[in-house]
């Protein structure tokens, strides 16, 4: 399934961070936007890192603050490169033309 790999990512994630000492992580809340309550994704990812602090793979003062773009505007950066990336890529004239090459290197 799918749905698996971002769980995945994130749990690899946070065991990298555990590594370098990161206590509070603040991440993209997946709730819907109609609905403000925690949404199943937001669960997973609160179980995944319970999970790994119970298994003592991370420590167990690490926090995942889930926010949305409202609540800190720096959150839709990330999402807003991967769509003009993405936009670039699919686009024949700037992956063969100049544009793509500054991209590329």
Known sequence: SQSRYPQECL???LIQLDGL???DLIIDSRKSPVNRSI???NSDDLLSL???SGCNLISRGMKIIHRTDDEDYLI???DSIAW???K???DEFFRNGKFWKIIQE
């Open 11 to 13: 749990t690899e994630m």
């Open 21 to 23: 000492k990161l206590k």
């Open 39 to 41: 949404g199943k994704l």
């Open 50 to 52: 319970k999970l790994l």
């Open 76 to 78: 839709s950066i990330p």
């Open 84 to 86: 003009i990336a993405r």
């Open 88 to 90: 670039f890529l699919k």
